[in-house]
């Protein structure tokens, strides 16, 4: 991901897999059967993503960052990195 003006056109709101630096993005429905939470010991949601490189990733609501990308791979659900 690279937010490089101009090479980008678009923008979404997504988790990153720090194994193979996929970004998944959480609009739309395409990652909803990658992702699911369940409630912890604590008492707080906790967000897995299954990676398509195996990895399970565990989140926070405020892992979420804004990441550029192009339309088409918002389109897709996911931008594999450099995407
Ligand atoms: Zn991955």
Known sequence: MYRTPGYLDAAGRG???????????????K???????RLGEDGK??????CICGEQ????KYDV??????STALKLGYAVEGQ
């Open 15 to 29: 988790i990153e897999c720090p194994t193979c630096h996929t970004v998944y993005f959480l609009e739309g429905d």
């Open 31 to 37: 990652n909803w059967d990658r992702m699911y939470h």
């Open 45 to 50: 949601r906790h967000w897995m993503l299954l």
């Open 57 to 60: 990733v565990s989140f926070q």
């Open 65 to 70: 960052a804004l990441y550029g990308t192009r």
